[in-house]
């Protein structure tokens, strides 16, 4: 039976052997070659605040992350106090991560010394009105914390950083670091207070000490300087209190060596590396 042939303005097509071949013609029923639309497949969506556990112990400077899976295999890793041996395990950059008991973070290390003013808050809390946290804001890209507090309108440095053991060289109840400060209360002193202030004495059963206390050479007896290892300043107006005395100002003019020299109220600056490494020596 012979072949059919069909002119198009295109190709010949030919029917009988069921083939086709492209055709240019145009209209609703020419031949051509139409393509198909491939099924869309959904992509997976990964959460930017998420990272591999493994990664996450690698930034933190303890290993690399082959050496880091061996560890989290044989279970020396903690998240949010949960030990973790799953491999590809993803936490988030605020969960509580320990290797070998010890808390890690996987952040640049990074200290800023501020020299606050008044009418900041000493929080990182939020809805707390103005905050140091926003006097430091472009000091640097990893999540810093105060050290300690300075109340809203106390003023003077102010240690921030993410290193775990400089926060703990400072809060250590036994050790600490000592701060100096310069404050002016309500009246003169009198000498036997100033005594036994730096003999020590016990408020409400707990013992209350500080490491010095004068007179400021050369300025009225109500301007004191008091060095102390506490953190907080709330100890700082108990003892004056204790003693009847109000605090009118208090300024914080020293953080172990580190002092105000070259950062105006308000400013802050990056510790250099003789800095960091004295820190860390104390």
Do not use: Q
């Not at 989290?72 to 890793?77: E, L, N, P």
């Not at 103005?130 to 003077?156: E, F, H, Y």
């Not at 100890?235 to 109000?246: M, V, W």
């Amino acid at each position: 039976m012979a072949k059919r042939e069909h002119k198009s303005k295109g190709k010949t097509l030919r029917r009988g052997n069921n083939s086709y071949k492209k055709s240019y013609a145009k209209g609703p029923n020419s031949y051509r070659d139409v393509p198909f639309k491939k099924k869309a497949i959904p992509k997976k969506t990964s959460n930017l605040d998420e990272i591999r556990l493994n990664k996450y112990i690698a930034n933190s400077g303890i290993c690399s992350r082959r050496e880091a899976d061996m560890h989290i295999a044989i279970g020396s890793v903690t998240v949010n106090r949960k030990i973790i041996t799953e491999m590809g395990y993803k936490v988030k950059l605020d969960d509580e991560v320990r290797f070998d008991g010890s808390r890690i973070n996987p952040e640049k290390k990074a200290y800023v010394l501020l020299n606050k003013p008044k009418g900041f808050a000493t929080t990182t809390s939020e809805g707390k009105g103005r905050t140091v946290m926003d006097l430091v804001a472009n000091a640097t890209a990893s999540r810093i914390k105060p050290i300690g507090r300075l109340g809203r309108n106390s003023t003077g440095l102010l240690l921030f950083t993410n290193d775990d053991t400089i926060t703990k060289k400072f809060t250590n109840s036994k050790n600490g670091v000592a701060r100096l400060f310069h404050i002016e209360l309500d009246k003169n002193l009198k000498f036997e207070d100033l005594k036994k202030i730096n003999e020590g004495f016990k408020i409400e059963g707990k013992e209350i000490s500080v490491e010095e206390i004068s007179y400021i050479e050369n300025l009225p007896k109500k301007e004191i300087g008091l060095k102390i290892k506490n953190t907080g300043n709330s100890i700082i107006r108990t003892i004056f209190e204790h003693f009847n005395y109000d605090i009118i100002r208090l300024d914080c003019v020293m953080i172990a060596e580190l002092t105000k020299k070259d950062i105006p109220r308000g400013h802050w600056k990056l510790l250099t590396e003789l800095e960091i490494n004295n820190l860390k020596m104390l």
